[in-house]
């Protein structure tokens, strides 16, 4: 985390003037014999983006199979159209010129011919909607579905809660990858899944019906994998759906598709669709997992311990805007030093912690457990050149939450 | 750029107004041609700010991995982008072709509120400075994208105000120019010039300032509510307090779709006179032209949740929206067929007018069938937000918007100058801008169909290729625009150049072709007495 942060702020405006000069360089030697990009060996991520794919990826579910046919039908008409009006306009180009002693014609009104070419796209647009409205009911058709998840959209991470059919209960948060992170940041992108690596992906069975239940914590993101045809904005104080199908199993990626704030280019989405026996097995194992880590909120930790806890907590969640070393960058506020976090009255931090302030530029965290606040509170209490001695306890957590 | 003030023609009256001059002549500006003037020049000051903007943007995107900027600089850069293009850039050139032209087609000695046509164009300056200078403030520029979505707004440092504050000025400003441009046409055409008679161009105004009229005020509400919502504990949008982000995207969208068609109706007044002018023959179906344009007015306020059918409106919203967009398809191809149809059997001459004219009226149909195709709600399931969406827009705001007011000036230029430009080098801004601009955003069509978002600091690996092309092309096309300012503009604003005939152009028809070049400081000051046609001066 620390090289990474380090290296972004770096890349600030001063820069630019190196940096450009050294873009065009590139952009020369690339105009010349298409180096730049051949520096980078990639290939094609199944489930994700093909290299230079230059239509709608292939399907894995029956919605997304008649968006393709859909776009095909109206890509083909609109060529169609496009090229015969413009054979028209370039034969008349050729033909009507000056220059080749062309005379001007007189007509210039035909109550006839305007309303043949008002009439013909009219009926043309019909055509056109006629298969869309099936396709639109289909796709807002969520009843019946086997496994409910609902999605919740965080800056900049993917919360996963299993509500509804086999694995309810489970419940964990998606994050890109770190390393991923680190090599945007340095400008050395690596990797067929470069941007799409996620720590915790969604797994779904193959061939069941889910439904995606969309809403957000803090400002709007937009759930999608094209590969299901699916794209869902994922709005704060409100509830949304919509659904797929796989049809085979593997990994399928999207990323959030509405601007979300600095670090939008970097939640992506990790579907792993299994068949229903590994589903199963990994429904036991994460039901056993949850079991092991469920922390027993009663407990008395000891500083340590809540130390330990709290750096993994922080380098999770906290780290991305404060830094790791509790420094903070630009607007974002640092805790190192910071009068809330050496205040002696703890329910100050707690009180930040759980509702966010200055409008949610700091937002709340009350997803976290309240053993997982506990910890990041008492790390960044005791931490860098914060020194305060100071122990919160989960029940302290769970009295301010009450 | 400028109607030379010691220019007395045939009006041998002009000596007994007092013009100021030196700088008191634009700061005390009432004369519509030098506010003309000044907004054009506004307007192409915005432009290149925007395009640098632009060009920082590529210089990321060139490569996967971060090379210039931090993201949250890049997020400045693109929503700064987008609010100067469309408030700075686009919408003041067209007033400044409104100012220029529309007194001069009409035959009417000036704008109808010469002051408050002073007013309008001078407080785009201090709002233009605010939003340029937003980015030395703390916190940096405003980062929520052009479109300002609640609740990402009510998380933005203080230059969000001082945006809000900016776009509230530049739509006042537009609120009065609309209705200068409204109370002109409506009461100070020349006696014989019915309204059925008027020009292409002035019609599409009058249309386009009603457009404004009826939402710039719906933007005002939308951007006060951001701004209560910050600052003094309302909670319109904000969903911590109950409110609704997606109320805000209804009423930005109910201003923005409109929106998009003032930033093209005016073009299409522009290429309904040039094609004309080259084709050396009428317009064909000049009526059914006003009628298609009113009609794309008319749709154009019931259209605008297709810009939100990822929100999850239930179905038979879906369905209304997108068969309401599909619909005004049928006006827009309406126009383009009258544009062929005036070409054809024409007598064709191809100056940097009809080039323009011509390369506008195949890209922009282009963009538009690439805006019926997400028009289609399941498709745009895939295509909302993606860079298929900005390949769309930016082919018909750069090939639409930009293009017809580049073929504009070349048009007029000759009647604001007194001098010809030199068609060799017009020639060369045509293609030269054509090319760079396909080779820039056709390869996002295929970006967004791989399902590449837009606004995005940094892309995975396979989508690097067609945006290295997409940079290169975005540079040559703004090289372009340096070209034409340093050998076209400039020389023109010198008077370098071919003395202009009062009606450079053969087959021009107009009352701006009735009076010399450059045109005169004072025109039509007592009303002219018009043919039957409203085309020519008779005695």
């Known amino acids: ?402 | 750029m400028s109607a030379v003030l010691d220019h007395h023609g045939d009006h041998a009256h002009d000596d007994h107004h007092h013009a100021p001059t030196g700088w008191r002549r634009w700061v005390y500006a009432t004369n519509h041609k030098d506010i003309g003037t000044l907004y054009l020049l506004f307007a192409f000051t915005m432009l290149m700010i925007g395009g640098v903007l632009a060009l920082l943007i590529r210089a990321e995107l060139f490569q996967p991995g971060l090379q210039v900027v931090n993201p949250e600089l890049f997020n400045q850069f693109t929503t700064m982008h987008g609010l100067i293009m469309v408030f700075g850039a686009i919408m003041p050139a067209f007033v400044g072709f409104a100012n220029w032209m529309i007194p001069l087609q009409i035959g009417a000695a000036d704008m109808a509120f010469a002051r408050m046509n002073n007013f309008s164009f001078w407080l785009m300056i201090p709002a233009g400075l605010m939003l340029a200078g937003s980015f030395f403030m703390p916190g940096g520029a405003p980062a929520a994208g052009w479109t300002l979505y609640a609740p990402l707004t009510l998380q933005m440092g203080p230059s969000m105000d001082a945006g809000i504050f900016a776009m509230h000025i530049l739509g006042a400003s537009s609120i009065m120019g609309s209705i200068n441009i409204i109370v002109t046409i409506l009461n100070m055409r020349a006696p014989g010039m019915t309204l059925m008679k008027m020009p292409m161009f002035a019609w599409t105004w009058l249309i386009t300032a009603y457009l404004l009229i009826a939402v710039m005020p719906v933007l005002a509400g939308a951007i006060t509510m951001t701004l209560t919502d910050r600052h003094f504990g309302t909670s319109f949008f904000n969903p911590a307090g109950g409110g609704d982000p997606v109320m805000y995207q209804h009423i930005f969208w109910f201003f923005g779709h409109p929106e998009v068609y003032i930033m093209i109706l005016p073009a299409f007044g522009i290429i309904s006179q040039v094609v004309p002018a080259f084709a050396r023959k009428k317009l064909f179906g000049y009526a059914s032209m006003v009628y298609a344009t009113s009609s794309i007015a008319i749709l154009s306020f019931i259209v605008w949740a297709h810009h939100m059918f990822t929100t999850g409106m239930p179905v038979t919203g879906q369905l209304f929206f997108m068969y309401a967009t599909m619909l005004i398809a049928v006006p827009t191809a309406v126009k383009i067929f009258n544009w062929i149809a005036t070409m054809w059997r024409g007598s064709m001459t191809f100056e940097t007018p009809m080039l323009f004219a011509v390369g506008f009226i195949f890209v922009f149909t282009m963009g538009g069938f690439t805006g019926l195709i997400p028009a289609i709600a399941p498709i745009d399931t895939q295509l909302q937000d993606t860079y298929y969406i900005v390949a769309h827009f930016h082919y018909v705001l750069v090939a639409g918007s930009l293009f017809a007011m580049f073929s504009g000036f070349y048009y007029w230029v000759p009647k604001w100058t007194g001098v010809m430009y030199n068609e060799t080098r017009g020639k060369i801004h045509f293609w030269w801008s054509l090319i760079s601009f396909n080779i820039t955003f056709f390869p996002m069509h295929f970006l967004g169909l791989a399902g590449m978002p837009r606004r995005y600091a940094d892309y995975p690996m396979q989508f690097a290729d067609f945006n290295a092309i997409a940079s290169v092309g975005g540079f040559f096309f703004g090289f372009a625009q340096v070209y034409f300012f340093l050998f076209i503009v400039v020389p023109a604003m010198r008077g370098k150049g071919e003395k202009a005939p009062q009606k450079p152009w053969e087959g021009a028809e107009g009352l701006e072709w009735e009076v010399p070049s450059p045109a005169p400081f004072h025109t039509f000051e007592n009303p002219p007495k018009l043919d039957a046609t409203a085309t020519r001066v008779i005695g």
């Open chain 1, 1 to 402: 985390m620390n090289g990474l942060f380090e290296a972004r702020e770096v890349n600030t405006m001063k820069n630019i003037p190196n940096k450009l000069a050294s873009m065009l360089c590139h952009a020369g030697v690339w105009a010349g014999a298409w180096v730049a990009t051949a520096a980078h060996a990639v290939n094609d991520l199944p489930g994700g983006p093909a290299v230079n794919q230059l239509n709608l990826p292939e399907p894995a579910t029956k919605i997304a199979a008649e968006q393709n046919s859909l776009h095909w039908m109206m890509l083909i008409l609109c060529t169609v159209i496009f090229v015969a009006v413009f054979s028209v306009m370039f034969y008349s180009v050729w033909k009507h010129r000056k220059s080749k002693g062309h005379k001007a014609a007189n007509f210039h009104e035909s109550v006839t011919v305007e309303i043949v070419w008002t009439v013909i796209p009219f009926i043309i647009v019909i055509l056109m909607a006629l298969p869309a409205t099936k396709l639109v009911v289909a796709q807002k058709d969520t009843t019946n579905a086997d496994l409910t998840i609902k999605v919740t959209g965080y800056q900049w991470k993917w919360g996963y809660d299993y509500l509804k059919g086999e694995g309810e209960g489970i419940g964990f948060i998606s994050t890109l990858d770190n390393a991923q992170r680190v090599m945007s940041a340095e400008g050395k992108p690596a990797g067929d899944n470069y941007l799409l690596k996620v720590d915790n992906p969604l797994v779904v069975p193959v061939g069941k019906k889910i439904r995606i239940i969309t809403t957000a914590n803090d400002v709007i993101h937009a759930f999608a994998v094209p590969q299901f045809g699916i794209k869902q904005d994922a709005i704060p104080g409100f509830v949304r759906d919509t659904w797929f199908r796989a049809e085979k199993t593997g990994d399928f990626y999207g990323q959030c598709q509405e601007l979300c704030g600095k670090e939008h280019a970097y939640m992506p989405i990790h579907v792993k669709v299994v068949s229903a026996e590994d589903y199963s097995k990994w429904v036991d194992g994460e039901k056993k997992k949850l079991a092991a880590k469920a922390d027993d909120p009663a407990k008395v930790w000891t500083q340590a311990d809540l130390v330990a806890r709290g750096e993994k907590v922080y380098a999770a969640n906290c780290a991305a805007c404060h830094q790791a070393t509790g420094k903070g960058a630009g607007p974002i506020k640092a805790l190192d030093g910071a009068a809330v976090v050496l205040d002696a009255d703890k329910a100050k931090q707690i009180a930040v912690l759980l509702n966010g302030q200055n409008n949610g530029a700091m937002p709340g965290w009350k997803q976290l457990s309240d053993t997982e606040i506990a910890a990041v509170i008492t790390y960044t209490k005791n931490n860098w050149s914060n020194k305060t001695g100071q122990i919160v306890q989960p029940a302290d957590v769970k009295t301010a939450r009450n």
